[in-house]
DNA sequence: CAGTGGTCTAGACCACGTG
DNA sequence: ACGTGGTCTAGACCACTGC
């Protein structure tokens, strides 16, 4: 705040939010950054402009910025690499790919991976559905069913629900040409970053239709993982029911 | 550094380890506050000394100390409270209690818990328990088995190893005596500090034992929990083996 | 009111990547 | 050589807690 001699926060120009309670400029300059990107000012993958130069823009402290950017890189918004520049994450590049998928193998050899589209059909959102995308049960989804395979093992049958309006274009044939994770071409072929992921984990006995699938016995027992995918503003955008074999791989997690 | 007119980090007084190819001060500021933790000098609840003390008793500025417990306690190692000062986390206190404890009921209702311990043995550890502990196949293991209700209903069979030079006193009456997270009993009867873990996950069948205490079919679905706990430094000190009934609870688990 | 952590600034220098 | 993020400092003021 260069013309102002009390560093007060709340004095210099109106840089957000007007009234509000009381948040402190870093939190301020993080929102402003989230609208940047959810507005698509900078894409996925594409580099965020230099901490002088945010600072400039916003009219605060490099330190400030830093503050917001530290933030969101610890929520894998942002990506930061020392002497290139910041980044906006994305599910594209090697290393964050299966950002979202915890299966992994026993053995630890990551795996041959194939995935084979079963099924899909744009339909009235069901009610569950239309209750955990944020949703009137008379819009319309797009109900998606795959196959995944490792080392030629099927291994995980999913069964995806997306806003249809949001996902237009998506069909059967595009998404069988299509290699790489969904969530890369939910980037690039229709602007929605999932950003965060909330799952839901039980064990459940194999059906009749997912066990000849998934060829395993009737009955067998499955992990059950129930994913709801966010974009930025924490709005809804996918909800995911995922049957794992859990033979030769397991779901990892770390508590902290 | 007041001493050193240039803020060369690595010119001052030797204040952690020595050589090593290059470390940030505020990474060896952690060390040295991680190493306290270990030692004991702060115990779990307290409160550590002010920043403005540890910068003085390190010779650094506040700044450093104050990136240093940041991590510290984005870690939840540490506890900071304004205007009170900077706690050691403990798995007493309600907030955190649970804290490893990643099942939830699907209604949301916390529900009344009881604990009933079917075992107490101490035996020679098994060659993958002693392998998961980083002990030798001839150390001994207290064996631990019980079986967690939630709103009465058997819900948690868990099947618990420990090294037993650690545990010295752990006997089946001491634990049928306390109430209360198990991790509390460690940190305050033991002295270990559970600061991290990592779970492996999957669906299992319930075996006839698992099935009749659990009050579940044979062969009924189950989600089987893999879980070491390591305290400070990393060093494994619990194995767990659970198996959770998940028809009205499930496991829940947030991505980013 | 004093003490704690929390925010903000300004400026210096370091490590890394690229030309 | 230059620009980027990363570290470190010193000092000011704010917000919260408890005496």
Known sequence: MSDNSSNDPASGPDRAGSSAAYSPLYQQIKSLLLQSLDRGEWKPGESIPSEVELAARFQVSQGTVRKAIDELAAENLLLRRQGKGTFVATHHEAKVRFRFLRLTPDDGKQPVSGSQIL???????????????????????????????FDQVPTILDDIWLPGAAFKGLTAESLARYRGPLYALFESEFGVSMVRAEEKIRAKAAGPEAAQLLQVEPNSPLLQVERVSYTYGDRPMELRRGLYVTERFHYRNNLN
């Not at 009235?124 to 319309?140: E, F, I, N």
């Open 119 to 149: 099924d899909v059909r744009r339909v009235k959102a069901p009610v569950d559905v239309a209750r955990a995308l944020d949703m009137r049960a008379s819009d319309v989804v797009v109900n998606l069913r795959r196959l995944l395979s």
